[in-house]
């Protein structure tokens, strides 16, 4: 089945520092990824729709500038967290669709923490 | 009023227990319906699509009532297994729309 491979599964920084996630789709084609956010013991939370080749859909709350997203081929989009904080320490996860069997698959999560 | 809405238990159920997790949309215009489980500190996995007319796959049962936006999960016989957080999940419209999860319903079975 369809796999999207996410990395780092986990990632300790310091505050002020900036950090890339990355999503990769391996069996397919993702023109549209879509990162969520999941805090301890609360919902996913849709960030922004990744488009392959034009700017990313940021979901009403979230900061373009701070959650900066790269999907510049069809397989990889990026999320970079930049000049992170305490705050920001959370569960990341990515999904794309697979165009041909309509599924959705999940990567497998980045459990960021910020010191 | 949040787009999915769910009871987040937690439930606390024996082995053998049968147990409903219910879940409300507020989006009229969904397409799809889904249940997905999430164990702790993993990504969600698809459990079941729900349909219109009911689905039943093994023991999960899943129904959905578009008059009322309301779906349902029902679970027999609950297994050590079952254990996890089910997510009742929605999607906006057709097309390359994301999903929109529910917070989470927590289910523990206890031996």
């Known amino acids: 089945g369809a796999v999207v491979s996410q990395h780092p599964s986990r990632v300790i920084c310091k505050s002020g520092t900036s950090v890339k996630i990355e999503c990769r789709s391996l069996?397919?084609?993702?023109?549209?990824m879509f990162w969520y956010r999941q805090f301890p013991k609360k919902s996913l939370m849709l960030m922004a729709t990744s488009n392959e080749g034009s700017k990313a859909t940021y979901e009403q709350g979230v900061e373009k500038d701070k959650f900066l997203i790269n999907h510049a081929s069809l397989t990889l989009s990026t999320l970079t967290v930049t000049s992170a904080h305490p705050e920001d320490s959370s569960f990341y996860i990515c999904s794309a669709r697979d165009q041909l069997n309509y599924g959705y698959t999940f990567g497998s999560g980045t459990r960021l923490t910020v010191v | 009023r949040k787009e999915v809405e769910q009871d987040p238990g937690p439930f606390n159920v024996p082995e053998g227990a049968t147990v409903a997790f219910n879940c409300t949309y507020s989006?009229?215009?969904?397409?799809?319906f889904f249940w997905y489980r999430q164990d702790c500190r993993k990504e969600p996995k698809l459990l079941m699509s729900?349909?219109?007319s009911g689905n039943e796959d093994g023991r999960f049962t899943a129904q959905l009532n578009r008059a009322s936006q309301y779906i349902s999960l029902l679970i027999r016989d609950s297994k050590l297994s079952d254990s996890a957080t089910y997510l009742c999940v929605v999607l906006r419209n057709s097309g390359n729309t994301p999903l929109v999860f529910g917070k989470g319903t927590r289910l523990s079975v206890i031996a």
């Open positions: 989006n009229s215009a969904s397409q799809s």
């Open positions: 729900v349909y219109s």
């Open positions: 069996d397919f084609q993702a023109t549209t």
